[in-house]
Each structure stands twice: as structure tokens, then as C-alpha cells.
């Protein structure tokens, strides 16, 4: 005992460091992009950085501007707004900043810092919450005015957004996503290859595939999301095969390159980010942009020079530039092409890609894919031959059929890395034709459409063709190659591919060509969820109880998203804070189901062992049953269990019984069938009478069970007492261990037959 809790002391011991290091990030907010909201008259601001401190209630500012007018006395005024609630609002005395140098505004191209301390009648602890510290992407924006001190004209105005430093965008968090697919990917290698082509774990690959593309698909739609929620879905870009880049990127210059040379004229990505070109009827931007003088901009480079840096600071405060990451002011014109739409542009930028090289950036990592899985699938079979010249394979003979099923078992991985890339080659080469920019990627598009196309149609059409009730099709037998359809699915169920395959398709019609319709696209999204969910629940295609609830319970979560997403339509216009709170709940529900199919993985692998030996500290009494499953990682005991109306891999059928004759991943092992207690005798065997019936051949459901009677006492029952009722130990009357089927009308019992003649030996 005392081992145990010291252990458990250790091990919470490192979690009582989490408070100092959440109490250790600074209380501050800082800008995140600069834009005009004014067009300038006499003041061209290039660079503007300011940041909030609230242990010390002071901001620091970093400004690089060019004044063109002379004479010109100025005054700011500073105005912040958090989810629509105004914490600040002043005016500074320009004059009494860099020791009067500003007053009036010189003609010079200058650069100066330094830092304000704020009074204390201002409030700023009581007005700005703790909560606005430490919220992810806090939707916060500071308006600096500059206005003429005699007229009251508006000289500059520029508008910042904020930040805290925190965000739900994280490297680990994409890294753990990523280390999940790769440990469910290397599980389903290695099941198909021990299991069959009826393995679990490949199935489950797809699902949480199918889970992280759904999650960087909602993304994509044109909605107003809350700066919480866009980040949150960016974790999962690499699902669409979308990483991360800037404008330095080989990949990227390439791909512009190319795009320029056939006839492409959209905007290449910004080095300021992609919410400096947002849209400014999103959030957090409400007013309309305004046209830059361009005789400004030419009077630029001719201005002399002169950095204020190096001039005293006014009050003597520290100068932290390391915080502050505002750069150079982006303009932003009605007229502007680069002015970010929301849906794809939005998301896309939001990575460092450009919007016309989303299609040609998943196009690449496609290719890549496809080289990969082509490399590991020859050293597979290189391996498997060399093994098959070796000793082993004369110890191993599932070697030798392992290499004569190579070609399905290739054919079937091929399937499978097709349907994974489905999604995002539908939905960004729709979305290229919408752009109509380059030919060339328009034309590249039209082949991955068709190469995707001729991977999965004629495979989901042999799949499917056994399951249709038509005499000429209903004897059909699927290859293992078409696993991936037929797998997941009962043989009279497989058909339910078709609606699967529909609704990612309509999706990613009504993402790409809908994307400038938001409320269309959620509305569809629902109805799409719902219609899925009604066939789920009818049909019940899958071939256990478990994977149908699996299945249903993630399409509970995609629907009830989908409606909570309709609040961040723009016809409805929400307010901001119930946006937020509204998009934390929606990547609360999805997290939660990326952990529920991160467990379901490990259950499956068997990993669950782990859990049990750290919780018992190792000892050795543990239960029973938990060396029995222990043994068993993979039946369906642990895992999911098919409903028992097809064989697994390496069954046979005899005399209407299953017997496994090898590994198999839904059947387990048939318990020992009972025998008669030694002393027991048995007198020749009577004819069945034509009443009488019998359960050989059928197998019995789990809930009938039977167990040993105690045989007649001899001093107590002659031999004319009534018979002992048992039933033999054949191969044509197994007891299964499975999960019975659905199909409650075959599963009656019926009753057993009597055998009068068994006599106690005295």
C-alpha cells in the first residue's frame, strides 16, 4: 500500500508546477496587425506597435511614421474595445511625448519608442476582466485617432487587433493530432497483415481520418467564425493536406511561379498574416475600408531619416520590444484583389498559403502520399519474398498465403489511402474551378478528379454488387481488395457505402461552390448529418452493436455542430461574446470525440493492459478476467464483435458449424464443450421420435446458457426415473462465445433432446 501511494505521489508531483507556469504569463495585450481606418491626409503611419501591461498599468509604444505636412499640431486619442465592451478610451497629449519633438509634427521619416504609464484614476484593473488575459484569441481591437488641435480634422487613424498570447492554434496540439493518425496508421498495417482483410484497426484508420478532416472542413465554410473556433480547426489542416509555410517557401514560390506563368493574376500570401486583409464586415472589423492616398506612398523614400530611439524615453520605463509583433501597415482598399473573403482565403492564408495554391498544395502532398504508400507497399513485398526463400516460411505457412494475397492486400491499402485523400481533392479542386486562375491547375485538377474517381468508383461497385438482391449478383464474392467497403459493413448492409460516399460529395460541392453563402452551407450541412444519422439508425449496417454506436455517436457530434454553426451566419448577426462561447462549446464536443476515438484505439490495441498494471502498482492478484481478455486483445470481447453471420479469416463451415481453424479478429475461441462425470454410464440410444426435435447445427444464443445438472442420486432415483438431459460434444453443436445476431427470429432455441437411456453406476 505504502508503494502504491508513494508512486501516485511521484507521479502528481510534476502536475503542481502547471499553476506557476500559468501564473508566470504576463498580463498584457499587444497588437497583432495594423490597418488604416481613415484615409491619412497629412500623416502616413508605416508601423505602428502598442502594448498594455497590467501589473504596471503602462503602454508601450513603437512608431514609424512620415509626416508631410508641416505645421501640424496633433492629438490621439486611444480607444480599445474587448467583445464589444470599451475598457478604454483617452487622449494623449502628443506634445509631451519624446520630449516635445512631435509638437509640431516635423517632415521626417522617423522611428521612435517608449513607454506611457497610465493614471491610476483610470480604473484599467477594474474595467479590463482577468478573464481577457488568458481567453484564446481574444477579439479585441485599439483605435488610434490623430486630429488636429485647432480644426478637428482627422490627420491618421489606424486600427490594431489585439492579442494576449494565447491562442487554440498549437504546434503539440497539431503534433498529437498527427501522432494519433501515425499510431492508428502503423496499428492497421500490422492487423491487416496478422488479421486479415477483416481487421478492425484499418477500419478505425478511416474514422479518425474521417474525424480530422471534419473538423478542418468546417473551417472551410463561409461563415463568420470567432477567432477562437478558426483557430481551433487550423490544428487539423495537415488532415487536408495543408502545412504550414510562409512566403519563403520553396513549395509555395514554386507553385506561384508556375502560376503566373499559366495565366494565374491572384494575390501571392502575405508576410503580415491574414488578418490584416480580412474582410471588414467580419469580425472583428465593422466599418468600411478606405482608399489610401497613393501620392503618399511616392513621397516616402525621398523624406529624410531620423530614428528616435535613441532620444531619452519620457518617464523612464522599460522598453520590452520582444512582446510587440505589429509590422508594417497593410493597405487595404475597396478596390483591393487581396482583401480576404471568409471560408477557404481566410483559412488558407491563415497557414501562409495562398488562396489560388490551396488546390495545387494538397495536389503535391497527394503525390507524395502516393509515392509513400507505394515505397512501403514494395519493401513489404520484398520483405515477404525474401522471407518466403527463407526457413521460416517452412515453420510460418501464413507467409507463403500472405504473399500469394499480396496483390489484393495492395490493391486494398491503395483503396484506402484514396478515400482518406477524397475529401480534400473534391473540395479544393471544386473550389480551383471557382477561381478560374491558372489553366494549368485547372487542368491538374481534372486529373486528380478523374484518377480519384477510377481508384474508388469500381471498387465501391464490386462491393456493393453482393449485397444487391439480383439473382446474377447475389452469389458474388468480394475480393479482399474492396475490404475498405465491405469491412466495416454486414455482407446484406455494404450497400450503405452509397450514402457515405453522397454525402462527402455534396459536401464538398456546397463548400466549394457555395462559398459565398454561409447560411446555405450550414443548412445543408445539417440536413445532410441528419438524413445520414435516420439511414444509420434504420439500416444498422455495421456488425457489431459497439461500432454501430461508435458510429452514431459521431454522427450526433457532426450534426449538433453543424446546427450550433448556423449562429455564425451573418444574416443573423450574433453578438460577439455568444459567437465565442458558442464556438469554445463546438471545439469542446469535437475534442471529446478525438479523445473517445484515441481510446477506442487503444482499446483495440490492447493497451488498456497498461492501464490496469500501473493502477495494481504490478501485483499479481489480479482478477481472472482480466488474464483471459489479456490474451485476447483483439477478439471482440475487448473490442468490437462482428454480429456472427460471416466468417473470419481462416474459418471453415462444416456440418453447418463454425469452427476456427486460425487467428481471427471477430470470432474467438469456442469454450470446452461439457462431459458426463466419469461415473456415468450410458445405455444404447433410443430413436428420436417424430415430436422430438434437436439443436445440432445451429448455434444457440448468448443468452441461453447451460450449465452441468447434478445427476440423479442413486438412493434416491431408480431406473425408471427420468432421464438425465445432456447434450454431446460434436462439431455440429458449438457454443458459441460471440455476441449473437440482430436476426432475433433465428436466434429461438429449441429444445434439447432427451436421451432416456443414461444410468448412475452404483
Known amino acids: 500500500m505504502f508503494f502504491s501511494v508513494a508512486r501516485l505521489r511521484r507521479a502528481i508531483a510534476p502536475l503542481l508546477l502547471v499553476p506557476a507556469l500559468v501564473s508566470a504569463h504576463d498580463k498584457v495585450l499587444f497588437t497583432s496587425s495594423v490597418t488604416y481606418c481613415a484615409p491619412p491626409e497629412s500623416l502616413l503611419i508605416e508601423q505602428f506597435d502598442i502594448a498594455y501591461y497590467a501589473n504596471n498599468q503602462s503602454i508601450v509604444f513603437n512608431i514609424s511614421a512620415a509626416s508631410v505636412d508641416p505645421n501640424t499640431n496633433v492629438v490621439a486619442n486611444l480607444f480599445l474595445n474587448v467583445y464589444g465592451m470599451q475598457p478604454l478610451n483617452i487622449s494623449i497629449d502628443i506634445c509631451s511625448l519624446f520630449g516635445g519633438a512631435l509638437c509640431p509634427l516635423p517632415i521626417y521619416d522617423f522611428k521612435g519608442s517608449d513607454s506611457l504609464s497610465l493614471p491610476k484614476d483610470l480604473g484599467m484593473q477594474i474595467q479590463i476582466l482577468d478573464i481577457a488575459y488568458f481567453i484564446p484569441d481574444i477579439e479585441a481591437y485599439a483605435q488610434l485617432t490623430l486630429a488636429d488641435v485647432k480644426s478637428g480634422e482627422i490627420k491618421a487613424c489606424v486600427q490594431t487587433t ?18 494519433i493518425a501515425l499510431l492508428a496508421l502503423a496499428f492497421a498495417i ?41 483557430s481551433f480547426t487550423l490544428n487539423f489542416s495537415w488532415a487536408l493536406g495543408l502545412f504550414a509555410a510562409d512566403t519563403s517557401s520553396s513549395i509555395q514560390q514554386s507553385i506561384n511561379r508556375m502560376r503566373h506563368m499559366t495565366g494565374g493574376g491572384l494575390s501571392n500570401a502575405s508576410d503580415d498574416g491574414a488578418i490584416s486583409f480580412v474582410n471588414r464586415k467580419l469580425s472583428p472589423y465593422n466599418s468600411a475600408s478606405f482608399v489610401l492616398p ?40 475597396d478596390g483591393s484583389t487581396n482583401v480576404l473573403q471568409a471560408g477557404i482565403p481566410i483559412y488558407t492564408n491563415s497557414i501562409g498559403i495562398a488562396t489560388a495554391n490551396a488546390f495545387m498544395t494538397v495536389f503535391i502532398f497527394a503525390l507524395i502520399l502516393v509515392v509513400i504508400t507505394g515505397g512501403v507497399l514494395a519493401l513489404m513485398y520484398a520483405v515477404t519474398v525474401a522471407l518466403c526463400r527463407s526457413d521460416m516460411a517452412r515453420r510460418h505457412p501464413r507467409i507463403v498465403e500472405f504473399r500469394d494475397q499480396f496483390p489484393s492486400f495492395a490493391r486494398g491499402w491503395g483503396l484506402r489511402m484514396a478515400l482518406v485523400s477524397a475529401s480534400p481533392i473534391l473540395v479544393f479542386a471544386f473550389y480551383q474551378w471557382t477561381l478560374k486562375d491558372s489553366w494549368l491547375s485547372i487542368f491538374l485538377s481534372v486529373i486528380m478528379l478523374i484518377a480519384l474517381m477510377a481508384a474508388i468508383l469500381p471498387a465501391a461497385f464490386f462491393a456493393v454488387r453482393s449485397s444487391i438482391p439480383l439473382r446474377r449478383w447475389s452469389d458474388a464474392d468480394s475480393s479482399s481488395s474492396v475490404a475498405p467497403f465491405t469491412a466495416p459493413y454486414r455482407t446484406n448492409r455494404v450497400y450503405y457505402v452509397i450514402p457515405v460516399l453522397l454525402v462527402m460529395t455534396i459536401k464538398a460541392l456546397i463548400t466549394s ?21 435516420l439511414t444509420l439508425v434504420i439500416l444498422k449496417p455495421f456488425r457489431a452493436r459497439g461500432a454501430d454506436v461508435l458510429s452514431g455517436y459521431l454522427c450526433i457530434t457532426r450534426l449538433v455542430c453543424s446546427g450550433l454553426m448556423l449562429a455564425f451566419t451573418e444574416t443573423l448577426a450574433v453578438k460577439p461574446i455568444p459567437r465565442v462561447a458558442i464556438g469554445a ?13 484515441f481510446v477506442n484505439i487503444l482499446v483495440n490495441m490492447g493497451l488498456w493492459r497498461l492501464a490496469i498494471y500501473a493502477l495494481t502498482c504490478g501485483r499479481k492478484g489480479r482478477r481472472s478476467s482480466h488474464k483471459e481478455l489479456a490474451s485476447h486483445p483483439s477478439e471482440p470481447s475487448i473490442g468490437e464483435k462482428a454480429s456472427g453471420v460471416e466468417l473470419g479469416h481462416g474459418d471453415e463451415k462444416k456440418d453447418n458449424a463454425i469452427i476456427t481453424t486460425g487467428p481471427s479478429q471477430y470470432f474467438g475461441r469456442r469454450p470446452d464443450n461439457p462431459s458426463p462425470p466419469s461415473t456415468a454410464s450410458f445405455s444404447p440410444r433410443t430413436p428420436l421420435s417424430s415430436t422430438s426435435s434437436t439443436t445440432l447445427g445451429e448455434t444457440l444464443p448468448h443468452r441461453w446458457s447451460f450449465q452441468h445438472s447434478r445427476p440423479p442420486s442413486v438412493t434416491t432415483e431408480g431406473l425408471h426415473s427420468p432421464a438425465y438431459t445432456y447434450r454431446t460434444s460434436t462439431a455440429s453443436s458449438p457454443i458459441s462465445g460471440q455476441r449473437h445476431s440482430r436476426n432475433i427470429s433465428s436466434s429461438m432455441p429449441t429444445p434439447l433432446e432427451e436421451h432416456p437411456g443414461y444410468v448412475h453406476a452404483h
Do not use: C
Not at 162 to 179: D, P
Not at 304 to 324: C, E, H, M, R, T
Not at 585 to 597: E, G, P, R, T
Open 294 to 333: 497613393q501620392s503618399l506612398l511616392a513621397s516616402l523614400p525621398s523624406l529624410p531619416k531620423v530614428d528616435f530611439a535613441s532620444l531619452p524615453s519620457g518617464n523612464g520605463s522599460v522598453f520590452s520590444p520582444q512582446i510587440l509583433v505589429g509590422g508594417d501597415v497593410a493597405t487595404v482598399t
Open 162 to 179: 489585439l492579442s494576449n498570447g494565447w491562442s487554440t492554434h498549437q504546434y503539440g496540439v497539431e503534433w498529437a493530432t498527427a501522432s
Open 190 to 230: 500490422w492487423q491487416s497483415v496478422a488479421n486479415g482483410p477483416l481487421a478492425i484497426a484499418p477500419i478505425r484508420l478511416i474514422d479518425i481520418m474521417s474525424l480530422f478532416q471534419t473538423i478542418a472542413l468546417t473551417g472551410l465554410l463561409g461563415l463568420n467564425f470567432p477567432s477562437l473556433y478558426r
Open 513 to 533: 461552390f457555395a462559398h459565398a453563402h454561409g447560411m446555405v452551407q450550414a443548412i445543408f450541412f445539417v440536413i445532410l448529418e441528419f438524413l445520414l444519422f
Open 585 to 597: 462549446i463546438i471545439a469542446v464536443i469535437f475534442s471529446v470525440a478525438v479523445v473517445v476515438m
